[in-house]
T-cell receptor, first 111, second 114 residues
Framework: QKEVEQNSGPLSVPEGAIASLNCTYS??????FFWYRQYSGKSPELIMS????GDKEDGRFTAQLNKASQYVSLLIRDSQPSDSATYLC???????????FGRGTSLIVHP | DGGITQSPKYLFRKEGQNVTLSCEQN?????MYWYRQDPGQGLRLIYY???????QKGDIAEGYSVSREKKESFPLTVTSAQKNPTAFYLC?????????????FGDGTRLSIL
């Protein structure tokens, strides 16, 4: 059984701070990792994909992957109230085309 | 613009009624998926299809049916056998090229019981 674990939160950070969202997974064969943002009442939207160990940056977002420790994280720099949402982590084992989703972490950025 | 269109946005089901949720994509994606999301819960996979005229059950297929007659379309029918259908239903699609590809989601359909 493939498992993807996220702290449900809420994670509360002040505006301008760095928000750090973490995700751990159970399958050592996992090869693909995705972060989605989901605003309340809306559908998930893709933020980042990462496939290799290390950091991947896109604007204010940085995804960090450590396959040896089986975790992937998402850092949001200069957090804004508009970043307040639930962040879903999804992990694929390669070839399955069906990533497993975590339950998501709720982020609240307060002014 | 390419994207995934789900309709209707809101749907109400009467007791004993079957209802069909529409999902159309113009992204030229091979794979399509249906998920169910309950409040405070993650996404649960209902059905998926990687090719026309073929589909597979996900984790919670009981009480649901699908068809994939065209690459662009993957409708979901919620049958009367699904006793607790109230949820947010999400359709997604992705490329299928031998490598895990991210899924792209439609805006969802919110289904409620009358």
């Amino acid at each position: 059984q493939k498992e993807v674990e996220q702290n449900s939160g809420p994670l509360s950070v002040p505006e301008g701070a760095i928000a750090s969202l973490n995700c751990t997974y159970s399958d050592r064969g996992s090869q693909s990792f995705f972060w989605y943002r989901q605003y309340s009442g809306k559908s998930p939207e893709l933020i980042m994909s990462i496939y290799s160990n290390g950091d991947k940056e896109d604007g204010r977002f940085t995804a960090q992957l450590n396959k040896a420790s089986q975790y992937v994280s998402l850092l949001i720099r200069d957090s804004q109230p508009s970043d307040s949402a639930t962040y879903l982590c999804a992990v694929g084992i390669g070839g399955s085309y069906i990533p497993t989703f975590g339950r998501g972490t709720s982020l609240i950025v307060h002014p | 613009d390419g994207g995934i269109t789900q309709s209707p946005k809101y749907l109400f089901r009467k007791e004993g009624q079957n209802v069909t949720l529409s999902c159309e994509q113009n992204l030229n994606h091979d794979a399509m998926y249906w998920y169910r999301q309950d409040p405070g819960q993650g996404l649960r996979l209902i059905y998926y299809s990687q090719i026309v005229n073929d589909f597979q059950k996900g984790d919670i297929a009981e009480g649901y049916s699908v068809s994939r007659e065209k690459k662009e379309s993957f409708p979901l029918t919620v049958t009367s056998a699904q006793k607790n259908p109230t949820a947010f239903y999400l359709c997604a699609s992705s490329k299928w090229d031998g490598r895990d590809q991210p899924q792209h989601f439609g805006d969802g359909t919110r289904l409620s019981i009358l």
